[in-house]
């Protein structure tokens, strides 16, 4: 363990290059840049809360911080697992020239995409603000199911960085995983009735709803469930660990695929 603790320590200044390469290239050629970072939650809010809001007849006055809760922590769980995804093979030719730790690519990708979401929670608070939602005690839990939430990215970047290196496929694969993530995160419908009928395991099946819910009872001034905490947590740390165990099993054979 100490071997990987110094190693890190030695390319911890390339991992900060990568995280703030990947800032750069995220907006490069926009003409308004970092700003969508801002803006496109804030389209896409308003959108989902007309459309969403008008379909199920909904008058909760609160209800795009609902949306906007779920609406954020999917889009960076869906782009960091991506970026993971693909890491390795869009840093082929490094890896070929260069030793560098190869789990250094998908960190990287998870790392600049939650800054990235770290930036883009300003939205958040300025619609909650204009909606007066007001914060409360209850908003210092906030910090666990992010905090939960870029762990889970990691591991679950893991797992898809190694399987994409001998299955090209799964990118496909995974973007039908993702939407059936989206739709079973309660993002922007109310999710009493499902939980109340027999379809209620979906939800609580799906880490990243515990997550969301979790996340949501914060900023809403309530406190966390902690049936879906303990879960969350399992869940995150066991993706790490097999993420990890995984990944340095096959990553001396990336070589011969990439």
């Avoid at 007849?57 to 954020?72: A, E, M, Q, S, T």
Wanted: positive net charge.
């Amino acid at each position: 363990m100490k071997t990987y603790i110094e190693n890190f320590k030695k390319y911890r200044f390339l991992l900060w290059e990568l995280v703030k390469k990947g800032v750069k290239l995220k907006y490069r050629r926009s003409y308004l840049g970092i700003l969508w970072t801002l803006l496109e939650p804030l389209f896409t809010m308003i959108v989902l809360s007309v459309v969403f809001g008008t379909l199920f007849n909904n008058k909760d006055p609160h209800f795009p911080v609902y949306i906007l809760c779920g609406r954020l922590m999917y889009s960076f769980f869906s782009s960091a697992t991506n970026g993971a995804m693909k890491a390795i093979r869009t840093n082929a030719g490094m890896i070929k020239k260069v030793y560098v730790p190869k789990y250094i690519y998908p960190l990287s990708s998870v790392l600049f995409n939650y800054i990235i979401f770290a930036i883009s929670l300003i939205v958040l608070v300025a619609v909650a603000t204009v909606l007066k939602v007001y914060p409360t005690i209850y908003l210092l839990q906030a910090v666990v199911p992010l905090l939960l939430l870029l762990i889970t990215a990691f591991g679950v970047g893991m797992i898809l960085s190694t399987m994409a290196v001998f299955f090209r496929d799964l990118e496909y694969l995974w973007s039908v995983g993702l939407m059936m993530i989206m739709y079973a995160s309660a993002i922007f419908y109310k999710p009493e009735k499902l939980l109340k009928s027999g379809f209620g395991w979906i939800l609580k099946c799906n880490p990243l709803y515990l997550l969301i819910h979790n996340f949501r009872q914060a900023v809403y001034g309530r406190p966390m469930n902690m049936h879906f905490l303990a879960a969350s947590v399992v869940f995150a740390i066991v993706s790490v660990i097999v993420g990890l165990i995984f990944f340095y099993k096959k990553q001396d054979q990336f070589i011969l695929y990439i």
